[in-house]
């Protein structure tokens, strides 16, 4: 299945774009995901690895079983001043 992933703050800079759209297996969790955006976006990977993500509009946890057509937002940890 293709998923779109929304892409926020700082993840969307090094990304250099607001989405990315990644091919994944039927049944693939959110692990998945992370895991595919890292390969993509190598620069980002520490990043990632601290980003909440939200699939269609809810926060969700790393083994949520995804399916076609979720939309997916990665939120990278913010500070304020």
């Given at each position: ?59 969700a ?12 937002a ?8």
């Amino acid at each position: 299945m293709t998923i779109v992933v929304e892409l926020f703050a700082r993840l969307r800079e090094i990304a250099g774009t607001p989405y990315l759209e990644l091919e994944l297996p039927d049944s693939a969790t959110l692990a998945v995901v992370r895991w595919q955006l890292a390969e993509r976006v190598p620069e980002a990977a520490s990043l990632l690895s601290k980003s909440a993500i939200a699939v269609n509009e809810c926060y969700a946890d790393e083994t949520m079983i995804l399916q076609s057509g979720d939309r997916i937002a990665v939120l990278p940890p913010v500070s304020g001043g």
